[in-house]
């Protein structure tokens, strides 16, 4: 258990709706950061934040947002939902936001859009 | 996209030493070279990480070569537990996000 929390576990949904999926950091932890494990695209990193304010930005669509809240935790907001976002979505966290402190991943939420 | 090159796949048989390749030939003079790894759909985990002197830890070790062309890492005595991609990355200090390639997938058997 890595202390890193998300929800849901899975979510099912249909084209053209909009989801929220959410994570909790690891106590102590400053920093989140959203990736997207897709069949074809591989674990690529999506956006960071770092008390509160966005730190870095990767291959992130526009139809995406995220935030990260004064208790720290964030949430990843997809919108008019595609086949193609249906993926494993990983949220992990570390103390300073930077690569030498270790990113603890947590256990992802698996999203099937129909 | 990722600068480092790994082996697709690799057997390692239980009990034994796993070493696990990584060529990162252009790697810059302050990057770091970080190994994660994946069991299934877990999310990754660290396992070790080092700049230009080998490191070991309770999980692993991570020998760099002179050039730091090219690193190894080594799961001394292999279980089947330890059967996951494993992901070579590099990065500097600074930096923030992983950049993930395709890692190269060990399978641990009896």
């Known amino acids: 258990d890595s202390g890193v929390t998300q929800t849901p576990k899975h979510l099912i949904t249909a084209t053209g709706q909009r989801v929220t999926l959410r994570c909790s950091p690891r106590?102590?932890?400053?920093?989140v950061y959203w990736y997207q494990q897709s069949l074809d695209q591989g674990l690529q990193f999506l956006i960071q934040y770092y008390n509160g304010e966005e730190r870095a930005k990767g291959n992130i669509l526009e139809r995406f947002s995220a935030q990260q809240f004064p208790d720290l935790h964030s949430e990843l907001n997809l919108s008019s939902l595609e086949l193609g976002d249906s993926a494993l979505y990983f949220c992990?966290?570390?103390?300073?936001?930077?690569?030498?402190?270790?990113?603890?991943f947590g256990p992802g939420t698996r999203l099937t859009v129909l | 996209d990722a600068k480092t090159t790994q082996p697709t796949s690799m057997d390692c048989a239980e009990g034994r030493a796993a070493n696990l390749p990584c060529n990162h030939s252009?790697?810059?003079?302050?990057?770091?070279v970080y190994w994660y790894r994946q069991i299934h759909s877990q999310g990754p985990q660290y396992i070790i990480h080092?700049?230009?002197n080998n490191e070991t830890n309770e999980m692993a070790s991570l020998i760099i070569t002179e050039d730091r062309k090219s690193s190894t890492l080594i799961l001394p005595h292999a279980t089947l537990r330890d059967t996951a991609v494993y992901y070579c990355i590099e990065g500097t200090g600074t930096a923030s996000k992983l950049t993930f390639g395709t890692g190269t997938r060990l399978q641990v058997t009896l």
């Open positions: 992990a966290s570390s103390v300073s936001g930077t690569l030498l402190d270790t990113q603890y």
């Open positions: 252009t790697i810059s003079g302050n990057e770091y």
């Open positions: 106590s102590g932890d400053l920093s």
């Open positions: 080092g700049l230009k």
